[in-house]
């Protein structure tokens, strides 16, 4: 399985920016896909998940209420759209899949077998 993750870039305080994650390959048994990001200096954090067989999605405390997971069946895609951003969500973002449906893992990055290659969002006050 390969993931495409598109769509970061510069914004500036308090505007809106979404990001896309296309896998490729094996799609099928990747019961939960996730966003995670890594800021310099920085260890990688969860940002949200979405599992894959009832839409239910999961945010970290930091983006809740300003980030929105949302998947496209057809497209076989996953969306983050972030609004209301801030300077301290810069990083470099990754989406992620599991073939593991351990929902209580979520925000583990150690659940996760594949990885996309990231994209950068930066954020300027």
């Known amino acids: 399985v390969q993931l495409q993750a598109s769509g970061g870039g510069l914004v500036q305080a308090g505007d809106s920016l979404g990001l896309s994650c296309a896998p490729s390959?094996?799609?099928?048994?990747?019961?939960?896909m996730g966003w995670f990001r890594q800021a310099p200096g920085k260890e990688r954090e969860f940002v949200g998940a979405?599992?894959?067989?009832?839409?239910?999605?999961a945010y970290s405390d930091s983006v809740k209420g300003r980030f929105i997971i949302t998947r496209d069946n057809a497209a076989n895609t996953m969306y983050l759209q972030m609004n209301s951003l801030k300077p301290e969500d810069t990083a470099v973002y990754y989406c992620?899949?599991?073939?593991?449906?351990?929902?209580?893992?979520?925000?583990?990055?150690?659940?996760?077998?594949?990885w996309g290659q990231g994209t950068l969002v930066t954020v300027s006050s």
């Open positions: 992620s899949a599991s073939s593991r449906a351990d929902w209580t893992s979520r925000v583990v990055p150690t659940n996760y077998d594949y």
């Open positions: 979405i599992r894959w067989r009832d839409n239910t999605p």
């Open positions: 390959g094996r799609t099928f048994g990747l019961p939960i």
